[in-house]
């Protein structure tokens, strides 16, 4: 999950990189399918599950009928596909305190947090042709009772200064900023830039910033597959990290 530091990280960074183009990060043949179940599956069951996740995934970004929908049907159909995968907070699932994944990459290991649900539904709809500047991942806080912490979500503006809707791995309904009154923006990014942000609604062009953390440069950069075994999310470390989290109580 992300911390305040990397919200420092992205407001003050300023390296610049070549992003692939999104759908290219998206895109799985049956090549890779096939190395991806062999590398990450620990299981015949694993395997299959990992084989009927990609190829799911395969066939919804490439389908001629998926591509022709009008957004918001696009919209529905990678927001539930996406909410198949389950939720892990990072200890967990990487034994990390933080670690983004890359689309292929929580799929094939069948589970992330938010930024990882927030990612592949960022990459699936970029696949499906819905164009940048009506998406943007953003870091907020949700809060809900006395619980706080740092959020990810993804959203869809219709227009430049519209409402957008939010698509999020906690409530799965596609609601507009306006009707999220437990989250609080802090700033969104996509492959053009970083914006600063103190409403969901409108995005203020006059504060963009080119920079990206490291973190977001790998997931765009970097064709590692992360593979963490059950033995070593019993490790000692894994469960001090799990400790501490707040989204693994």
Same mark, same amino acid.
């Given at each position: ?7 420092? %990280? *992205?407001?003050?960074?300023?390296? *610049?990189? #070549?992003?692939?183009? =999104? ?33 799911? +995934? ?7 009928? $998926? ?6 049907? &696009? ?22 305190? /933080? ?34 500047? &009506? ?27 519209? /409402?957008?809707? %939010? ?22 990014? $996509? #492959?053009?830039?970083? !914006?600063?942000?103190? =409403? ?11 920079? !990206? ?11 590692? %597959? ?20 707040? +989204?693994?109580?």
């Amino acid at each position: 999950m992300p911390h305040v530091f990397r919200t420092l %990280i *992205f407001l003050l960074g300023t390296i *610049f990189i #070549t992003a692939l183009p =999104a759908a290219d990060l998206a895109r799985v043949d049956e090549t890779e399918i096939q190395r991806l179940m062999n590398t990450v599956g620990q299981s015949d069951t694993e395997k299959r599950v990992i084989q009927r996740r990609l190829n799911g +995934w395969k066939g919804m970004i490439e389908s001629p009928k $998926n591509r022709a929908l009008e957004d918001m049907l &696009k919209l529905k159909l990678v927001n539930d596909f996406v909410a198949e995968t389950p939720f892990y907070c990072d200890p967990v699932m990487w034994c990390l305190e /933080d670690y983004w994944a890359k689309p292929l990459e929580f799929l094939s290991n069948d589970g992330g947090d938010c930024e990882d649900f927030a990612i592949a539904k960022y990459y699936a709809l970029r696949a499906l042709g819905v164009p940048d500047d &009506k998406l943007r991942i953003v870091y907020a806080n949700y809060r809900k009772g006395a619980f706080s912490g740092a959020h990810m979500v993804l959203a869809y503006y219709p227009t430049l200064d519209g /409402d957008p809707l %939010i698509l999020d791995n906690i409530n799965p309904n596609l609601l507009a900023g306006s009707q999220r009154a437990d989250l609080t923006p802090v700033f969104s990014f $996509n #492959t053009e830039g970083l !914006w600063s942000a103190k =409403a969901l609604k409108g995005r203020d062009q006059s504060s963009t910033h080119k920079s !990206w953390s490291d973190t977001w440069k790998k997931v765009q950069s970097d064709a590692t %597959i992360k593979v963490v075994t059950p033995q070593q999310r019993k490790s000692g470390e894994c469960q001090a990290l799990r400790g501490r989290s707040t +989204w693994c109580g």
